[in-house]
């Protein structure tokens, strides 16, 4: 199961959880160990059973991901959503994509997951199909314009699913070192907007990092 320290849950309530999951996916377990063995951010695991659930529950036909790295949640979604929907999951680093596609390629969903290879803001910026669910897992600091970028591309029951929103709890910590005062900040205007923005209904989730949960309204 994931190494990291879980920031939210005390240590015994993270045990517990893990002890009760299910047998797990052997290539997503493959693809969890290659993620720590080359200490590669990808999502913990129970940020993609909720991804899972939601990508079943909403139905998405078109998912867009924010931040690729080597697949994880890309295979995650495809999976739960089904052979109908389509994924289009945004990485800039070239060597990162290549290693995502591979492992896209191992899961039989190459034809239904692209890579695009691209800085987030600027691929979002050129997206014009409606999009059902978006998962913002990339640079916390475009947190708040990667939202700006996709509300207006939001599907009528559209959901937004972000990750790490708590930031291993210093979104609520008063003393904030210097060098995580940008990315606070950013999130702190994010999270405020996924629960007050007109345009949605949102929630921010004590889980893994902590997730944001949204749909619009
Ligand atoms: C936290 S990881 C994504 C994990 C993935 N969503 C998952 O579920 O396993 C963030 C990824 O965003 C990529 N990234 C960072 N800055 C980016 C940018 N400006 N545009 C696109 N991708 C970027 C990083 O290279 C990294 O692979």
């Known amino acids: 199961m994931k190494d990291a320290a879980d920031a939210i849950l005390r240590p015994e309530q993270a045990a517990y959880l893990d002890g009760i999951e299910p047998t797990r ?14 200490r590669q951010p990808i999502s913990d695991p129970e940020v993609a059973s909720f991804l899972a659930v939601t990508a079943r529950l909403s139905g998405a036909r078109k998912i867009v991901e924010v931040g690729t790295n080597i697949g994880y949640g890309a295979i995650v979604l495809a999976r739960a959503a089904g052979p109908d929907a389509r994924v289009i999951t945004i990485e800039h680093d070239a060597a990162t994509a290549a290693v995502a596609r591979s492992f896209i390629e191992r899961a039989g969903l190459s034809s239904q997951v692209e890579v695009r290879e691209a800085d987030a ?15 913002i897992d ?21 959901v937004i699913i972000a990750d790490n929103v708590l930031w291993k709890g210093l979104v609520a910590a008063a003393d904030v070192p210097p060098h995580e005062l940008g990315r606070v900040q950013a999130l702190r205007t994010f999270n405020h907007a996924i629960v007050s923005d007109s345009r949605l209904r949102g929630v921010v989730l004590p889980l893994g990092d902590g997730v944001a949960y949204a749909a619009r309204v």
């Open 138 to 158: 990339c640079v916390k600091e475009h947190y708040p314009a990667y939202l700006d970028l996709v509300l207006p591309k939001l599907s009528a029951r559209g």
């Open 25 to 38: 996916d052997p290539l997503l377990v493959e693809m969890e160990a290659y993620a720590k063995a080359n």
């Open 121 to 135: 803001l600027a691929a979002l910026a050129l997206l014009t199909d409606e999009i059902d669910l978006v998962y």
